[in-house]
């Protein structure tokens, strides 16, 4: 029997910080023996809002160079850029067809984005959640791993398909959203009520996946936290909770062998541990992107094998739709 189809993308708005890197693409890698995996760069999304071109091509390359780096495999999974592969553009425009004006409307993240970047409203930002599900769909996904902020794209994606299948037949799947079981909310280490996120002006609030070791000590040391002595997981201990959390991620310890860890030790011990812990889990991350990034050819080599695999697959679905939808083939 063959697996179950799991996709997602990322946009390459720079290096990951260890909130993406705990939160999503580690988990991503450790779905690749359970599931057909799809994942890319969602560089078209990108020219939603306005970048700098130089800025863009290199996130991209950057971004792809660390999903190898984080352990996806490409002879395992499908790694492709979103822009390489026409079908997803094309796909896009016929979603666009069966998508609501009303339905985008109700988009928040619409609602957010075009308050943020209230000169520049342009068209395709409106109508991003068609490209999403057009990219979704292309490959006729069982499972789409997405945050908290992506779910009602999902939800809108699964309307599309609805939609389409009740007009010519089920030639789209309905896809779920994919709850990982382990990984976890990672918090800003300055202000742990906000996620963790490298727009915060204050960079000891973050970490990048590629950040030297002892900056990374450094930042969670300086890790704001509150004013008792005990380590231990308790609502109302936010910074604590949310050092917690990266540690268990990390070592795999529990809530509980934590604690006891900890017993009869101040803050200043366990912040080091965790810093120190986070250092060691990043190493090898570091290591491969670093030698993956002077390896040019390497990096396009790999990059034109998915992306020549992602059109193979993808164009089947998009050929399929085409006939029932009345378009010449
Ligand atoms: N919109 C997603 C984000 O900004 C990226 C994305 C594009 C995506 N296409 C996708 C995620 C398809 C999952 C599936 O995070």
Redesign the pocket.
């Known amino acids: 029997m063959s697996k179950e189809i799991m ?5 390459p708005t720079g290096t990951f910080t260890l909130g993406n890197y705990i939160g999503a693409v580690r988990g991503w890698a450790r779905l690749q023996d359970e599931y057909d995996c799809a994942y890319f760069i ?1 560089d078209l ?1 990108s020219l939603t809002v306005r970048m700098d071109p130089a800025q863009l091509r290199a996130q991209s390359l950057e971004a792809y160079a660390l999903l190898l780096s984080c352990g996806l495999d490409p002879e395992k999974t499908l790694l492709f850029v979103q822009s390489h592969v026409p079908t997803h553009a094309e796909m896009g425009w016929i979603m666009s067809c069966y998508t609501q004006f009303g339905e985008l409307s109700r988009m928040t993240q619409f609602k957010d984005k075009s308050a943020a970047h209230a000169d520049n409203i342009n068209a395709g930002l409106f109508t991003y959640p068609s490209l ?1 599900a057009g ?2 769909l292309l490959y006729q996904a069982h499972y ?1 791993p ?1 945050g908290e902020d ?1 779910r009602q ?1 999902l939800e809108i994606t699964r309307d599309i398909a609805q939609r389409i299948n009740s007009v010519c037949g089920d030639v789209l799947r309905v896809p779920e959203a994919y709850i990982p079981k382990t990984g976890g909310r990672v918090m800003s280490l300055q202000d742990p009520s906000k996620k963790m996120s490298k727009s915060d002006e204050n960079t000891n609030a973050w970490i990048t996946i590629i950040e030297d070791p002892k900056v990374i000590v450094n930042k969670f040391k300086r890790a704001v936290t509150d004013s008792e002595k005990e380590v231990v997981f308790r609502e109302g201990k936010d910074g604590i909770n949310n050092l917690m959390v990266i540690y268990s991620s990390v070592t795999g310890k529990t809530m509980e062998e934590i604690e006891r860890e900890f017993e009869g030790k101040g803050y200043g011990d366990f912040k080091v541990a965790v810093g120190e812990a986070v250092a060691e889990e990043l190493a090898p991350v570091r290591e491969k992107y670093n030698d993956l990034m002077k390896n040019r050819d390497y990096l396009n080599e790999v990059m034109k094998k998915g992306d020549e695999a992602a059109y193979k697959i993808s164009v089947r679905t998009l050929s399929k739709l085409k006939k029932k939808l009345g378009l010449l083939v």
């Open positions: 996709v997602s993308g990322i946009q969602a999304h999403m990219d979704i789409v997405v992506q794209h």
